[in-house]
């Protein structure tokens, strides 16, 4: 029987390099991708089996990754593995289509037995979180709104890099779109936040989990 493919996005080396030892037994392990974008270009490329992957990524977070990832592929299968144990945030993880949510302080085991959960079409969550998530799961609201507002997903990307310093330069380039483009955007996020500084811009990204500390 062959072994699930597994694609790791971990933009911290020894970390990856860590998960990589721990999984290379039990799993064809098919890639290994450090930022967002580099993430959405393996899954087309490689059709893992089951994709785990970090909430806090460079260029593109793990969250907005995951939503693109499901828009172009509805039976994706994909575990967060992360820091951040706040059930706020695993409830948003699960309904932008993950399977599965782990902490990083979890046992090697856990995520060994996660992926094979996951790799069978069933869903797993850490113990650690599981009790406040499914309270949390069971209310209602709409994570992508912020303060009654909500923008595109090509805006929450200019957001998230603005917020990661990047000139409206490196954002075209990175988006593959034109710097009057990327400017319109700013201009246009601006707008519908009712912001007029990048400060003001940074705290707003913080709160919609695009810039996680």
Known sequence: MPKTKVLLAEDHTVVAEGLRALLKDSFDLVGLVHDGHALLDAVEKLAPDVIVTDISMPLLNGLDAIRQIRARRPD?????????????????????GVSGYLLKTSPGEELINA????????SYVTTLLAKDLITLLLEAGNPAHVEGVQLTP????????????RTMKEAASILKISPRTAESHKYEIMQVLGVQTVAELIQHAIRMKLIVG
């Open 154 to 165: 090509r805006q929450r990307e200019v957001l998230q890099l603005i917020a990661e310093g």
């Open 76 to 96: 994706a299968k994909v575990i967060v593995l992360t820091m951040h144990r706040e059930s706020s945030l695993a409830a948003e993880a699960f309904r932008a």
């Open 115 to 122: 992926i094979r959960e996951v790799a069978l079409g069933r």
